[in-house]
């Protein structure tokens, strides 16, 4: 539907869904952000795309019910933004959508996600039903990395990873302009890959994954930790703590909370080495929730990525100094990705 | 050149090249292995692929004349074998090569083998000129990889890594029967990646990478420390001390040896995980020359894998029992990667 003027880009999260309506030309026309429900509480296995979110360890399934209840708040949201643009649903030309976990793009359906209890949702043949208009799904993660290629925030990288650092760690990998997917499409599990030997246990079930130390759940358990062992510092006062609160005191010079992200960017910037070093990209673009931190995130990550460098000619000839970036905190990456689907969509059509 | 009954495979190694001639029907025909010169004696990055093998820590260029003379050796290697094989050069259809470092395999060039001393050698011209065949360049780890698929060692899989565990480690990555490469034929390198935060130093500056602990290097340094601290056991009364030692040593229940074993292994087999997390492949075959200890190297890794796997649904999802195998000793995946190669070029030009 090429004469219609507005695109939508849809980030689905596990506790709420952002859309993004842009004109043809790329310029912001309306915006929305409802809340989903989450399906529990505990630490998860990160919104980050491929089958093995599925483990029996890893939450309940919601069934029909919660995929319905999702499939009205995204329409709810989609219709929302348009009307923030001024405009009218018959405006839109097309949708993209970001979902976590396991999704099957060509089929249109999302297999697995634990957080949203969603499974084997056929999100496409819902959305289009409901809105009249062409949908395309894709994983969050992998969305989100193919709407950065060519991008000026990837400064034209056609091969580079998006990882997202949120309540989980995962990543989206793109080479030469292809999404790289791997057997099963669950490539990019970088949160689960062991930071620390023989550290925490994870949701997982291993020892010391990245995202013991780097997610926001990871944080957060370290914090009520260094709170529970008495050398808290300030974050000893609060009632609860999340990773925004343990950013909020490393800003402000608190030891304990500088202890925590100091360890969270050192096994961060370690594990974006080693993507690199496995998958061969040319950037590395960080969004998520933490990674919304600002300095408090990114002086940690740059401050092992510096050292690293020093130390080694392998690590400085593979990660030019400009090659990791963190995006700014207003760039939702899954739902400009998902515009950037949506016209690809409109363009495949016309 | 179908008409011809012959096709070899070429392993072009730091130490040796070892050449595999088979008949049409894949039978071995005959076999040669030559010492090839090395060019200086440190722990190295391994020959396991990309651009970064060539990092100005990395060794000497041995100029032209390295060249000159590695390229007599491999045709005096293919010549010997197919002279056991009761043939001469006209009985040849095709030659596969795998060489260590950063090989352009469309221009049949090796861009740089540091351990050699190549440096833009014209590997492919050179060879068809002496010997008067076609002849196809590779990767020695991407080889092996791409030989690997469909085979009946790896159970017929379309989507796996080899690993070459040697005197560096690197790892060939193919999925769905294409290998994967990255930005710029540099992906696989897990040898790299950090095993031991803050461990010991690596030749390529960074500390703690899985070479430090797993690569026949690291377990030769592994085991200097243990004799110099005075805890090396019976390691301490071996003039030098090669990997094969270690093992050995482990195999006759050296505590010493066995401590730096199953560090190795463990380190290993958690490098294994997150080459599978981040890639999705369906499983990795592991071949070597530290590989071919046997039990002793198989056991530690196993012991590792098999608790990850208890540990977490995620692993248990993500690593079939069967899916890491261990190649046989006598198994030459490089030299055989080259004849699938040779085989290939036959078809194509049939």
């Not at 309306?30 to 483990?55: E, K, S, Y």
């Not at 409901?130 to 091969?159: I, K, Q, T, W, Y």
């Not at 909370?257 to 990209?281: Q, W």
């Amino acid at each position: 539907m090429p004469d219609r003027p507005l695109l939508a880009g849809v980030d689905v999260g596990g506790t709420k869904v952002a859309v993004l309506v842009v004109r043809q030309d790329g310029s912001v026309a309306g915006r929305a952000v409802l809340p989903m429900d989450r399906r529990d509480g505990g630490p998860t296995t990160g919104g980050d795309g491929g089958p093995r979110d599925g483990g029996p360890s890893a939450g309940g399934d919601g069934g029909p019910r919660a995929g319905e209840a999702g499939v009205s708040r995204i329409v709810e949201a989609v219709r929302r933004a348009v009307a923030t643009a001024g405009a009218g649903e018959r405006d839109l030309g097309a949708i993209g959508v970001g979902a976590p976990g396991w999704v099957d793009a060509e089929a249109g359906i999302v297999r697995l996600a634990t957080n949203l209890g969603w499974h084997d949702l056929a999100l496409v043949a819902a959305l289009e039903e409901a809105l009249g208009v062409p949908c395309g799904l894709e994983n969050d993660v992998g969305l989100a990395a193919m709407g950065l290629v060519d991008h000026p925030l990837s400064h034209g990288a056609r091969s580079l990873a998006y990882v997202a650092v949120g309540t989980g760690i995962g990543a989206g990998i793109v080479v030469d302009g292809e999404r790289y997917r791997g057997r099963r499409g669950g490539a990019g599990e970088i949160g689960h890959v062991v930071a620390v030997p023989n550290g925490a246990r994870c949701a997982c079930g291993q020892r010391g994954c990245l995202e013991t130390v780097a997610a926001g759940w990871g944080i957060e358990r370290a914090a009520r930790e260094a709170v529970a062992s008495g050398s808290g510092g300030r974050l000893g006062g609060l009632a609860s703590i999340t990773a925004a609160d343990v950013y909020a005191a490393a800003r402000d010079g608190d030891a304990s909370a500088l202890e925590i992200t100091k360890a969270a960017g050192a096994a961060l910037a370690r594990a974006i080495v080693g993507l690199v070093l496995i998958c061969d990209v040319e950037r590395v673009l960080i969004g998520g929730g933490v990674a919304a931190a600002g300095d408090a995130f990114v002086d940690p990550l740059r401050a092992e990525l510096d050292r690293l460098r020093a130390d080694s000619d392998l690590v400085r000839g593979l990660l030019a100094e400009d090659a990791v970036i963190v995006l700014p905190p207003d760039f939702d990456a899954v739902a400009w990705g998902g515009v950037a689907l949506a016209r690809r969509m409109g363009s495949a059509k016309a």
